[in-house]
C-alpha cells in the first residue's frame, strides 16, 4: 500500500518551489542576525543583554505586523488561487493600512514606556551596574531602532502579498540584499571601521534601519516595475476603497490573527522576564539559546508559511477533501522531519556555540544547556507550527487563536510565573517544564486538524 505520509517527485517539487525560497530568505536573515548578535557580544555581556532585551520586546511589534498582514493574506492566497487579482488588490490596501496604523501606534509604546519595559528583565539577582548598565545601551539601542517600524512593516505588506501570489523569489533577493547590506554596516558602525565613529549598539540600530529601507525599496520598487507580473498594484494606490463585505470579512477572520500574534508574543516577552528573575546571567544566556535556536528553526518555520501558502491555494482551487488532507498530511511530515534533522544538529553544536561570544564561563555553560532542552522539543515546536498554518489556511482564525494565544496564558504563562515566584526551582528544570507543555499542544492540534473544520474556500 501507498505511504500516506510520502508524495511523488512532482508533489515534493511543487513544496520545494514555494520553501525553499522562503527558507534562504530567512536562512540568511538569521544567519546575519547570528553574526550580529556576536558582533554586539564582542562588546560585551552588558551591551549583548541591554540589546537583547530590546530586541525581545520589539518581537512583539513585528509579529503583531506580521498577523494582521497574515489576516489579509488568507484572502490574498485564495484570491490567488481563483485568479481574482481585484480581491488581491483589496486585500493589499488593507495591509497597507494596518501597517501604518501599528507602526504609529508601536512607535508610542516604545517611545514613552520603553525604560519601565525594559527594567522589568533586570530584577533577578546580580550587581546594580551590571542592571543600570543593560539599562543604558538598552535605550540607545531602542531610541534608534524605532527608525525601522515603518520601512519594516510596509516590507511586509509588500513581500506578503508577493509570497502568497507566487512570486517567492523576489521577497528573497530583497531580504538576502537587506541582511548583507545590515551585516556590512554592522561591521563598520559598530566597531568603527573605514573612518566611521565605533557607535557600539547604536551603530547596530542604525545598521538595521538602513537595511530595512533597502529591503522596502527594492521589493516594493520590483512591484510597481513589473505591473504585468503583478496585475494587483495597478490602481492599488488611486483609492483606499475596500468593499465593505471583504473588509468585515477580513476583520472577522483575519483580526484575531493580530489578536493571536500580539497576545502570543507578549506571551513569549513574560515567559522571558519569568526566567529573568533566575538571574541577571540568564538575560545573555537566553539571548545566545535564542540565537542558535533561530537559526535551527528555519527550515521548519519556513514550512509553516510554505504549508499556509500551499494548503490555501488548494482551498480555493476547490479541491476534494480528500485530496487536501492527503496533501497535508504530506506537509506535516516534511516539517516534523525537518525538526528532526536540525534538532539533532542544533544538539551537536551546543556546546561550541557558547564559545564565540566575550561573556563568562557560567553564561557560556547555561546558555549550552538552554540550547539543548530546544533541540530536543525541535520535533514538537515543527508539529505545531505546521498545525498552526494549517488550521489558519482555511479562516479557522478563531480556533488558531484558542490553539495559539489561548494556550500560552492559559497554561504556559500562569506555569511560568507560579514557578519562578512561588517555587526555588533554578533556571534549567524550570525552562524544561515550560517547553515540555508543546507536547500537550501537539495533541490538542491533531484533533483539531481530524475535524476538519479548517476545510473551507473564503472566495466563495
Given at each position: 500500500?501507498?505511504?500516506?505520509?510520502?508524495?511523488?517527485?512532482?508533489?515534493?517539487?511543487?513544496?520545494?518551489?514555494?520553501?525553499?525560497?522562503?527558507?534562504?530568505?530567512?536562512?540568511?536573515?538569521?544567519?546575519?542576525?547570528?553574526?550580529?548578535?556576536?558582533?554586539?557580544?564582542?562588546?560585551?555581556?552588558?551591551?549583548?543583554?541591554?540589546?537583547?532585551?530590546?530586541?525581545?520586546?520589539?518581537?512583539?511589534?513585528?509579529?503583531?505586523?506580521?498577523?494582521?498582514?497574515?489576516?489579509?493574506?488568507?484572502?490574498?492566497?485564495?484570491?490567488?488561487?481563483?485568479?481574482?487579482?481585484?480581491?488581491?488588490?483589496?486585500?493589499?490596501?488593507?495591509?497597507?493600512?494596518?501597517?501604518?496604523?501599528?507602526?504609529?501606534?508601536?512607535?508610542?509604546?516604545?517611545?514613552?514606556?520603553?525604560?519601565?519595559?525594559?527594567?522589568?528583565?533586570?530584577?533577578?539577582?546580580?550587581?546594580?551596574?551590571?542592571?543600570?548598565?543593560?539599562?543604558?545601551?538598552?535605550?540607545?539601542?531602542?531610541?534608534?531602532?524605532?527608525?525601522?517600524?515603518?520601512?519594516?512593516?510596509?516590507?511586509?505588506?509588500?513581500?506578503?502579498?508577493?509570497?502568497?501570489?507566487?512570486?517567492?523569489?523576489?521577497?528573497?533577493?530583497?531580504?538576502?540584499?537587506?541582511?548583507?547590506?545590515?551585516?556590512?554596516?554592522?561591521?563598520?558602525?559598530?566597531?568603527?571601521?573605514?573612518?566611521?565613529?565605533?557607535?557600539?549598539?547604536?551603530?547596530?540600530?542604525?545598521?538595521?534601519?538602513?537595511?530595512?529601507?533597502?529591503?522596502?525599496?527594492?521589493?516594493?520598487?520590483?512591484?510597481?516595475?513589473?505591473?504585468?507580473?503583478?496585475?494587483?498594484?495597478?490602481?492599488?494606490?488611486?483609492?483606499?476603497?475596500?468593499?465593505?463585505?471583504?473588509?468585515?470579512?477580513?476583520?472577522?477572520?483575519g483580526m484575531p490573527l493580530l489578536v493571536n500574534e500580539f497576545l502570543w508574543s507578549t506571551g513569549v516577552a513574560i515567559l522571558n522576564q519569568c526566567y529573568s528573575t533566575c538571574g541577571l546571567d540568564v538575560v545573555p544566556a537566553m539571548n545566545i539559546a535564542t540565537t542558535m535556536s533561530n537559526l535551527s528553526s528555519v527550515v521548519f518555520l519556513s514550512m509553516g508559511n510554505a504549508v499556509g501558502i500551499l494548503m490555501g491555494q488548494m482551498l480555493g482551487a476547490d479541491l476534494p477533501e480528500r485530496e487536501v488532507r492527503d496533501s497535508n498530511r504530506k506537509l506535516l511530515a516534511i516539517s516534523v522531519a525537518s525538526g528532526v534533522v536540525f534538532g539533532a544538529l542544533e544538539a551537536s553544536l551546543s556546546g561550541a556555540f557558547p564559545l564565540l561570544y566575550n561573556t563568562t564561563h557560567e553564561v557560556r555553560h547555561l546558555a549550552t544547556e538552554l540550547i539543548l532542552v530546544v533541540a530536543v522539543m525541535m520535533p514538537f515546536h515543527a508539529y505545531t507550527n505546521a498545525t498552526y498554518f494549517t488550521l489558519r489556511s482555511g479562516g479557522q482564525t478563531f480556533v488558531t487563536f484558542l490553539f495559539d494565544s489561548c494556550f500560552m496564558w492559559v497554561v504556559c504563562v500562569p506555569l511560568a510565573y507560579c514557578l519562578s515566584r512561588f517555587t526555588s526551582l533554578p533556571i534549567l528544570p524550570l525552562y524544561i517544564l515550560c517547553q515540555m507543555t508543546d507536547l500537550l499542544k501537539s495533541v490538542i492540534g491533531a484533533a483539531m486538524l481530524k475535524q476538519g473544520k479548517w476545510i473551507q474556500n473564503l472566495t466563495q
Open positions: 500500500m501507498r505511504n500516506p505520509l510520502i508524495a511523488d517527485r512532482a508533489f515534493y517539487r511543487r513544496v520545494l518551489g514555494v520553501a525553499v525560497p522562503i527558507m534562504i530568505q530567512n536562512g540568511i536573515t538569521n544567519f546575519v542576525s547570528l553574526l550580529d548578535n556576536i558582533m554586539v557580544g564582542q562588546v560585551g555581556t552588558i551591551p549583548m543583554s541591554g540589546v537583547s532585551i530590546v530586541n525581545g520586546l520589539v518581537f512583539v511589534f513585528n509579529l503583531c505586523v506580521f498577523g494582521a498582514c497574515s489576516g489579509a493574506g488568507i484572502f490574498t492566497a485564495q484570491f490567488w488561487g481563483s485568479q481574482d487579482h481585484e480581491g488581491i488588490r483589496h486585500t493589499f490596501r488593507f495591509k497597507l493600512f494596518i501597517c501604518l496604523i501599528l507602526s504609529a501606534l508601536g512607535t508610542a509604546i516604545f517611545l514613552l514606556g520603553g525604560t519601565g519595559l525594559i527594567g522589568l528583565y533586570l530584577q533577578g539577582d546580580g550587581d546594580a551596574l551590571t542592571a543600570a548598565g543593560a539599562m543604558e545601551y538598552g535605550l540607545k539601542y531602542l531610541r534608534v531602532i524605532i527608525w525601522g517600524f515603518l520601512p519594516f512593516a510596509l516590507c511586509n505588506a509588500y513581500s506578503g502579498t508577493l509570497r502568497e501570489t507566487g512570486e517567492t523569489v523576489v521577497p528573497m533577493v530583497g531580504g538576502i540584499t537587506a541582511v548583507f547590506v545590515n551585516l556590512i554596516l554592522n561591521y563598520v558602525l559598530i566597531f568603527g571601521h573605514f573612518g566611521a565613529p565605533a557607535m557600539g549598539v547604536e551603530g547596530a540600530a542604525l545598521a538595521t534601519v538602513i537595511s530595512r529601507f533597502v529591503e522596502l525599496i527594492l521589493v516594493a520598487g520590483w512591484t510597481h516595475l513589473h505591473p504585468e507580473r503583478n496585475p494587483f498594484i495597478r490602481g492599488a494606490y488611486r483609492s483606499p476603497y475596500i468593499p465593505g463585505k471583504l473588509l468585515w470579512g477580513i476583520t472577522v477572520k
